[in-house]
């Protein structure tokens, strides 16, 4: 299906077309090992196998007579192999391209809103933050920006997840983060102890308007099952029934042993926000919207862009390692600069020929298609204007959605969402036509009391699929003092 797609829109441009090699099975893991081996340990051989990698399948391309190329991969950043000698996209065959291609085509066309969010807890002396804040308000955007203690995990999820938005721009720490070590048995069905190894990374966030109460999430990695490495081919010919997978699903989530400490779990990822971390547990983006995602954070480019792009990003910037900060400054500076007369690859390629020769040299990845463009807007005002109707619109769906689910638990989710929509509007757009459509709302939907979760209903139903890296587990709310 992925070929047939790829080839189908390289016909749509007027593009030339090479089918090569899938991956085998789980050989995308590798790949970010590769890198961090390479760049982390100064292991030049682990650059080679990548590059091999590559070049066994489009070795033979003269990318140097092309205007650009787009990659439909699994997870192999050609721009890098090819030195970006051309501007460079790529399209993620796991996270349905048939619906990325399609909704880049929806959105090339579609009304904007001319808003945009910097994010950055001020991590850094020297960063991009105040230039970009500045470049916005020129271009006439209304922005939403979470700086230095706004910058936390409460903020960024709302933010993220249901503000209207075209651009998000991320200037924080990011990449594998420190978790912890577990081991738990489970007996299955038919009577049979199996044992679980797994890596879990916990992040936390006070809860809005709840004092003493923070909301945890967990994210889990299976790392063996019964002794056999998960995701391995030795694990896949045990032929194991997945009702046992179910079993162990159930163990991990229900686990309360004891937890070691390790250190960059492998295969994580995080956002750092100022207060904690964030892991990319999305579910929607930009008020179910398709912004561009400009993640400047080091190690952005695989796992948790996976999570933007799964919610609907239509175009995606991330690192391959460890990015100098000068560098991140630099190259930031050079694409918005372009972005808004230009497309955003045209954009991102003069970035990255901006640091060229330093220690960050061809580190972005562009997930993305080649003619998505911005533009500037026209009055800030009404870009002001336009969000807020567009909150207001968010506002009465979840009135609707409350209204309308017999779900328990959607309920309870769904007004928190709402909740925090009407505190956006009263905070940021105050005036007495906002106070009296809460009035209406709240008339509609019983909104105190009820947004705290119900730890002791918390749902068991994850995803059971035994090839998943990792699992979200369910978000959950505890008290402090009940904690200590």
């Known amino acids: 299906m992925s070929p047939v797609i790829a080839i189908n829109y390289a016909r749509s441009v007027d593009a030339d077309v090479c089918v090569v090699d899938a991956l085998a099975q789980y050989e995308g893991r590798d790949i970010q090992r590769w890198i961090y081996d390479w760049k982390e340990k100064n292991d030049d051989s682990q650059f080679t196998r990548l590059r091999n990698t590559a070049l066994q399948r489009i070795g033979n391309i003269p990318f140097e007579k092309y205007e650009y190329a787009t990659f439909f991969t699994e997870g192999l950043p050609y721009s890098l192999v090819i030195e970006n000698v051309i501007p460079c996209s790529h399209v993620n065959l796991r996270i349905r391209p048939d619906l990325f291609v399609f909704n880049n085509l929806i959105y090339d066309s579609a009304k904007v809103h001319h808003s945009a969010i910097v994010f950055s807890p001020r991590f850094f002396q020297d960063e991009e933050t105040d230039e970009l804040c500045h470049f916005f308000a020129k271009n006439e955007y209304y922005l939403r920006a979470m700086i230095g203690q706004d910058a936390n995990v409460s903020n960024f999820d709302f933010s993220v997840q249901f503000f209207p938005y075209d651009i998000l721009h991320i200037c924080s720490h990011g990449g594998e983060v420190n978790g912890y070590q577990m081991t738990d048995t489970f007996v299955d069905r038919e009577s049979n102890t199996h044992i679980v190894e797994f890596e879990e990374v916990v992040g936390y966030s006070p809860v809005p308007d709840k004092e003493g109460v923070v909301e945890v999430t967990r994210k889990v990695f299976p790392r063996k099952l019964d002794g056999f490495e998960w995701k391995s081919v030795e694990l896949a010919k045990q032929d194991i029934p997945s009702h ?20 960059q779990v492998e295969m994580s990822c995080h956002i750092a926000c100022a207060d904690n971390i964030h892991q990319g547990q999305f579910h929607t983006l930009a008020n179910h919207g398709s912004p561009l995602v400009f993640n400047n954070a080091c190690w952005s480019w695989s796992e948790v862009a996976a999570f933007f792009l799964d919610c609907g990003a239509r175009g995606y910037v991330g690192t391959l390692w460890t990015i100098d900060n000068q560098d991140a400054v630099v190259a930031a500076k050079t694409f918005y600069e372009k972005l808004l007369s230009d497309t955003v690859l045209a954009a991102l390629h003069a970035g990255i020929k901006a640091i060229e020769g330093t220690h ?10 080649h003619f998505s463009k911005f533009t500037p807007g026209l009055d800030s005002k009404a870009s002001q204007r336009h969000v807020r109707k567009e909150l207001m619109l968010s506002a009465v769906r979840w009135v609707e959605k409350i209204s309308s689910t017999q779900s328990a638990e959607v309920k309870r989710n769904s007004i928190r969402v709402l909740k925090s929509v009407l505190r956006e509007l009263r ?37 059971m699929t035994k090839g998943r890296d990792s699992v979200d587990l369910p978000r959950e709310h505890r008290n402090l003092k009940k904690e200590e």
């Open 427 to 463: 905070v940021n757009f105050g005036a007495a036509d906002i106070s009296e459509f809460e009035r209406r709302i709240r008339a509609k939907v019983e909104l105190d009391g009820t947004a705290r979760r119900d730890t002791s209903q918390a749902s068991t139903n994850v995803d």
């Open 360 to 369: 960050s040299e061809n580190i972005y990845v562009y997930w993305g298609l």
């Open 244 to 263: 046992v997978y179910t079993g162990m699903w159930d163990c991990i989530l229900k686990c309360k042993g004891r937890r070691k400490k390790k250190e």
